[in-house]
């Protein structure tokens, strides 16, 4: 079964925390995305990664971190310099045909 | 700064009408455009991708583009209860550093759709 995984679902963070927001595609796709999502507003990329051990910074980079060891994961870390985390996480992918980014299902973190 | 444009509506449409969309975009030099539908607490889902001036139908959906109005709009023929949603407009707007193809979308904040039964 063909697809993109995020997990968790929901997760929690308390002030000063460092939490890791997992991502997992087996489509082989090459590129990969993080955007974030507030309350009534679009998506901002936060960062992207066309190829394995790169990644470049998106709109929103401040307070976040990613790594690409392997092709199909892409975790991304928020850190504890992001003050305003609360949001729903969507990671997305796409392959070399094409120019279309499907997503995962998202991580809505909440701040304790 | 790059912006995607939309209204936010709400839009409310009469079940069996025609639901109509729009979008524009900031940067002269985007190439690629995609609708998404984003059921509420959910992912986005791919409706309609445009690459070319005109009309693009698929099924009940036609997306149609403009560039030298830098518009892009979304039609729904024969609306139903299930197409309520928030409808999102994405641009594949260059960024610094990368080439293109692979630079992330930028959205439009999306027009919440409702139909009427």
């Known amino acids: 079964d063909g697809g993109i995984t995020q997990s968790p679902k929901y997760l929690f963070r308390k002030e000063g925390q460092n939490v890791t927001l997992s991502c997992e595609q087996n489509?082989?796709?090459?590129?990969m995305y993080w955007y974030r999502q507030d309350p009534g507003q679009g998506l901002r990329l936060i960062y992207y990664?066309?190829?394995?051990?790169?990644?470049q910074k998106g709109d929103i980079a401040e307070g976040y971190s990613v790594s690409r060891e392997k092709k199909e994961s892409f975790p991304l870390t928020v850190t504890s310099a992001q003050k305003n985390p609360t949001a729903f996480y969507l990671c997305?992918?796409?392959?070399?045909?094409?120019?279309?980014?499907?997503f995962g299902p998202g991580t809505r973190l909440l701040v304790l | 700064q790059k912006e995607v444009e939309q209204n936010s509506g709400p839009l409310s449409v009469p079940e069996g009408a025609i639901a109509s969309l729009n979008c524009t975009y900031s940067?002269?030099?985007?190439?690629?455009f995609f609708w998404y539908r984003q059921y509420s607490g959910k992912s986005p889902e791919l409706i309609m991708s445009?690459?070319?001036?005109g009309d693009k139908e698929d099924g009940r959906f036609t997306a149609q583009l403009n560039k030298a109005s830098q518009y892009v709009s979304l039609l729904i023929r024969d609306s139903q209860p299930s197409d309520s949603a928030t409808y999102l407009c994405?641009?594949?707007?260059?960024?610094?550093?990368?080439?293109?193809?692979?630079?992330?979308?930028?959205f439009g904040k999306g027009t919440h759709l409702i139909i009427q039964p």
């Open positions: 997305a992918s796409k392959g070399t045909i094409g120019e279309t980014q499907y």
């Open positions: 489509l082989n796709h090459d590129a």
């Open positions: 990664s066309q190829i394995v051990n790169d990644f």
């Open positions: 940067d002269r030099g985007s190439q690629s």
């Open positions: 445009i690459y070319s001036n």
């Open positions: 994405a641009v594949n707007i260059g960024r610094k550093g990368s080439g293109g193809g692979a630079d992330g979308l930028t």
